[in-house]
């Protein structure tokens, strides 16, 4: 795995949410706004989100992490800080 940089996480982040919300719209995100309350993610739509970034990162992500996945920061922030440190 990869160490990612502050923008390749939030691009992974954003690009995933967009497989599952093909419309989503993150010009009415702000990067410190629950994105699932915005976006209108379901408990589904967010378990999809949680693969997808653990797929294409790399990144192992469990349950207790989830609290970390709320905005668009503490997503970048979680993955580049998991990225980088040992599994």
């Given at each position: 795995?990869?160490?990612?940089?502050?923008?390749?996480?939030?691009?992974?982040?954003?690009?995933s949410?967009?497989?599952?919300?093909?419309d989503a719209?993150?010009?009415?995100?702000?990067?410190?706004?629950?994105?699932?309350?915005?976006?209108?993610?379901?408990?589904?739509?967010?378990?999809?989100?949680?693969?997808?970034?653990?797929?294409?990162?790399?990144?192992?992500?469990?349950?207790?992490?989830?609290?970390?996945?709320?905005?668009?920061?503490?997503?970048?922030?979680?993955?580049?800080?998991?990225?980088?440190?040992?599994?």
């Amino acid at each position: 795995m990869k160490s990612l940089t502050e923008a390749e996480a939030l691009s992974v982040v954003k690009e995933s949410i967009a497989r599952i919300v093909p419309d989503a719209d993150f010009s009415v995100v702000g990067p410190d706004e629950r994105f699932r309350d915005v976006l209108e993610l379901d408990s589904l739509d967010f378990l999809s989100l949680v693969e997808l970034l653990s797929e294409r990162t790399g990144v192992r992500i469990d349950e207790e992490d989830y609290p970390e996945l709320t905005t668009l920061a503490d997503a970048t922030r979680f993955l580049v800080g998991r990225s980088k440190s040992p599994a």
